[in-house]
């Protein structure tokens, strides 16, 4: 047999009825993951034609995208930004409730952002294929899954259906070879590698991401990397599973259990990349070579390293760029001031994301005047980071301890930026007003965020991180 | 979504050059709080039309245009990009576009605009950039023939639709009726793997 990549595997084992010259494939999906953003339009579409969710039991739906990350008041009411917010987190309510599908809701110790819960629960395994109408879903490739991103009318042929149309994309391998210096993460490895192929380098293209680097990264790291993917434009990002992936799924409630959890495994095992199978395209970036990175545009492929310059010739588009962000060409990251800091999102909210910015804030304050806010992915991520004491060290720094949500990676639930200041944010989109009308994103690691919120200045992480290591050993 | 069929085009155009426009620029995240698919015309590139107080910026390419006389929007690379909204798709249409033409369009979002009867065209950088330099050009799009050209002599190209969507674009076939007759193999498909 021709040997067979990772995403030829999974694409195989899930088509309902093979693509045509005329036809795209009709593609079965294990998990779709809803929230009360992407979905309200969906359901009205089915009551519409009268029709029921194929699945529910395949589906899952959690709020997160404009759900307060403050608790609620002394009457029991969240506060919401607006009534139109509370109007679409009672739709999710009651859709799900009439259609009998679960939801994650606002007091259950699960619920959190959609791309951190699937894998906690371990309704996220490999071989699966996953959508949500979100484009970060390519977030739980990690695991060896396929997973995308879909549309409102997509949503709706999914719930109707279960099925998606869909042609097959060309498939690309990046391979990280080499090992990553200390201080280095899965963040900057994504925003290197955007940097190099391009805000659209990886548009039309399956990704899966190889190499040392990428097997020494944690579950967690594999999923920020994946969770970049469409920042590159890419349709998902995949990762062959291995024994940290079976190792991190074990013992999760949708996990399977006793002899099941033993078949499962060895399929799992065998989901690798074929020798000898062949990608359209092939990328190699030495991860050796990689510094913390840093945006200094308004498209995450404007990055480059914290410890230099931003690039003197920015050419026309850069041009535009630096005027939003009020960066000139040439200046030092280190002189760039920070008004605010942002640590959360589904790129960053994960426990060892929130550990890696507590070892640059413990025992250190925030500088004066900068405003930092911090929103665990999950409530299990929260009551994690509660019992280690992560919070403690947040809030003795000077930053703020919220709840769960996607808080000010969107914007949509009250958090956000004022116009005009610089934000250091560990989500993923450094779009204008992506984080409030005129606010200027600069995208980081958590360890970056953290030492430039104590430094007011765009900082290198790695002699805090140094420091940390020094004092733990 | 039900909607008129789509054969030939023949409009204005509306140039934005800049690449990597992305549908948080499109439609801004905070509008998105909506459970319908109506009126998002108002809101689409909202911050670039209006300032902070919400006054028209005379300085935009959208001020004074008649959304009705620009039916075809000329854009840089990449457009498109970012998050999935389906609602840049709605608020385009509802603002009066039927087409999208740049030298490459993000995945997701030529997605959505086919299934809302936004027509998405990608055509090779030489014809780019001569709709970008000749903003406000009467273009026409026959879709059945995939050619896009400037009328008048100017410069004409090929585009290419999946073929699927082009059927449902000109004959008003509905993927999700398309999906439905598909049932039994589904069904099939879900016993085999129980
Ligand atoms: S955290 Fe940001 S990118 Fe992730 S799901 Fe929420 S809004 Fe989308």
Redesign the pocket.
Known sequence: MKPQTLFDKVWARHVVVEEAADAPAVLYIDLHLIHEVTSPQAFAALAERGLKVRRPDRTLATL??STPTRPPGPDGEWPYASPEAKAQVEALQRNCAAHGIRLLGLDDPRRG???VIGPELGATRPGMTIVCG?S?TSTHGAFGALAFGIGTTEVGHVLATQCLLQRRPRTMRVTFGGRLQPGVGAKDMALAMIATIGADGGRGYAIEYAGKAVRSLTMEGRMTLCNMSIEAGARCGMIAPDEKTVEWLEGRELAPKGEAWTRAVEDWLSLSTDEGAAFDREVFIDAAEIRPMATYGVSPDAAAPVDGPVPADPGEAGRAAADYMRIAPGQRFSEIRVDRVFIG??TNSRLSDLREAAAVLRGRKVKEGVTVLVAPGSEAVRSAAEAEGLHEVFLAAGAEWRLPG?SM??AMNGDKGEPGELVVST??RNFMGRQGKGVRTVLASPATAAASAVEGRIADPRPYLEQAERMAS | MSFEPFTVLRSRTLVLPQANIDTDQIIPARFLTTTTRRGLGEVAFYDWRFDEEGRPRNSSVFHGVDARAHRILVAGANFGCGSSREHASWALVDFGFRAVVSSDIADIFKSNALKNGLLPVEVDEEMHAYLLAHPGAEVQIDLEAGVIGALGGGLSAPFEVEPFARRCLVEGVDPLGHLLNQIDAIEAYEKARA
């Open positions: 997160d995208h952002i959609v791309h979100d970060h999102s589904c996607c990676c969107i989500s993923n």
